[in-house]
Every structure is written in structure tokens, then in C-alpha cells.
């Protein structure tokens, strides 16, 4: 699976760059718990392609590869609002979406303003 995200800041028009990212997967039972896989932070553009490193030291690699499953995109919009000079009431969004074919590309568009926000499955 290769995941991408555009967030766009839908009170001034423009993208929303600097949003700080975090990137979790459902472990598979017993116990449910978030796995903390990747972070990032949306460029001048709103966008963030995500990658997760794969091995340890100078021959890591990166690979686009998330097996299947149940995946948590949280964006830490109040240190956004905070860094843009705005009030809002979302300090965080989170999105839980499921991944069932690990070889598609996924595409998890964010229009945010202080007081609402709004995401789809993106192409």
C-alpha cells in the first residue's frame, strides 16, 4: 500500500503546510493495541506521501509496502491553528480508515477550518 494526504485549509483558501502527522495500525488480536508506524508533516503544498523504513543501519531501505488492515492518520491540527495565528476547536483529527489491498495506492484528503473539518477516500 502506498498512503498520501492533502490537507487544505478550507477558512483561508490555501494548504495547510506544516501539519504535524502520525501514521498507526491496529495490531491483529488479542489485544487491538495502535502501533505507531511512521510520522511526517504536510509540505508547502498541504501534501505527505508516506514511507516506512524497513531494516536497521546503513543498508535500511525504504519501502511504500503497509500490509492490510485497520490504520489510524492523526493530524495534529491545534498546533496548526496555533502556528497560523488561528482559534480552533479540533486539537487533533483523527481518521480510521481500512486497508484490504495492500498493493493499492490510498489517498486521505483533509479540508479543515477551526470549526469543522471533512475527509473522503481520495484517488
Request: aromatic content about 10%; hydrophobic content about 35%.
Amino acid at each position: 500500500m502506498s498512503l498520501s494526504t492533502h490537507v487544505l485549509d478550507a477558512a483561508t483558501g490555501r494548504p495547510a503546510s506544516g501539519v504535524a502527522l502520525r501514521l498507526s495500525r491496529q495490531a491483529p488480536s488479542p489485544d487491538d493495541r495502535w502501533e505507531e508506524d511512521v510520522g511526517g508533516v504536510t509540505d508547502a503544498d498541504g501534501r505527505h506521501r508516506f514511507a516506512r523504513a524497513r531494516g536497521d543501519g546503513p543498508d535500511a531501505r525504504t519501502t511504500e509496502e503497509f500490509p492490510a488492515g485497520v490504520y489510524r492518520l492523526s493530524f495534529a491540527t491545534g498546533d496548526y491553528f496555533a502556528a497560523t495565528g488561528q482559534t480552533g476547536f479540533y486539537p487533533e483529527v483523527t481518521v480510521t480508515f481500512q486497508v484490504t489491498d495492500p498493493q493499492a495506492h490510498h489517498h486521505v484528503p483533509l479540508l479543515l477550518s477551526p470549526y469543522a473539518f471533512s475527509t473522503y477516500k481520495g484517488s
